[in-house]
């Protein structure tokens, strides 16, 4: 089983939807990251957290929210979806330091028409 | 606006040869990571080098580190079909508390057999 799991793997939705992306990790880490890829973009920072009780916005949060309901556990919301959301998304965990590697999902890969 | 910026943006070489990747970035930081990825897929850490560090290897892998440039190199010798796939380049901020890895836009290299 993969350490870090992001569900579901593909996701196809309409403009205005609510829509939530799930990510569990059996690394035990407490930091957890979601990023965004747009071709030629590289991975942009869209929230993070330290610890279930650290919440964190990265550099591109507008229309975004997370939920961290355990440690092992970080979820990403679109309240109402846009065309330009659609991207390839990731979670991603580390341990404490930030000096050691994160470790990423597989990927989400959401369409907003 | 992205910590890192990796050049050459696209990189095609023969198989044997070897690819040299380069990563500029703007502020201090606690170190540099390279991570991988194929086509579509989860990133995978490869090397992470301090700021007090100028040099390692893994493998077929070797990284520089000038951080009076504030830049960095990943070099693949010898290399094979399946190197290919996209390089990042991620820097940890040396500022205190700001420790979550900001990505640059990439390398995307192929290898020709």
């Known amino acids: 089983d993969a350490d870090v799991t992001q569900t579901p793997r593909n996701r196809i939705t309409k403009t205005g939807k609510r829509i939530m992306l799930e990510c569990s990790q059996t690394?035990?880490?407490?930091?957890m990251y979601w990023y965004r890829q747009d071709p030629g973009l590289g991975l942009r920072l869209i929230y993070y957290?330290?610890?279930?009780?650290?919440?964190n916005k990265g550099e591109i949060s507008d229309g975004y929210s997370v939920s961290r309901q355990a440690q092992a556990k970080f979820s990403l919301s679109l309240e109402s979806a846009i065309p330009n959301q659609t991207a390839l998304y990731f979670c991603a965990t580390s341990s404490g330091t930030g000096t050691t590697e994160a470790f990423f999902g597989q990927g989400t890969r959401l369409t907003v028409v | 606006s992205q910590q890192g910026e990796e050049d050459p943006q696209a990189l095609s070489i023969q198989e044997g040869e070897n690819a040299t990747m380069n990563c500029s970035y703007k502020?201090?930081?606690?170190?540099l990571q390279w991570y991988r990825q194929n086509s579509g897929r989860g990133l995978v850490h490869l090397i992470l080098?301090?700021?007090?560090?100028r040099e390692k290897h893994s493998g077929r892998l070797r990284v520089t580190l000038d951080t009076s440039k504030k830049s960095s190199s990943l070099l693949i010798t010898a290399s094979r079909a399946a190197d290919t796939a996209s390089y990042f380049c991620?820097?940890?901020?040396?500022?205190?508390?700001?420790?979550?890895?900001?990505f640059g836009q990439g390398t995307r290299l192929t290898i020709n057999p």
């Open positions: 991620a820097t940890v901020p040396g500022v205190q508390g700001a420790q979550k890895l900001v």
């Open positions: 957290s330290f610890d279930v009780k650290d919440i």
């Open positions: 080098i301090r700021s007090n560090e």
């Open positions: 502020t201090s930081i606690n170190n």
């Open positions: 690394k035990g880490h407490d930091r």
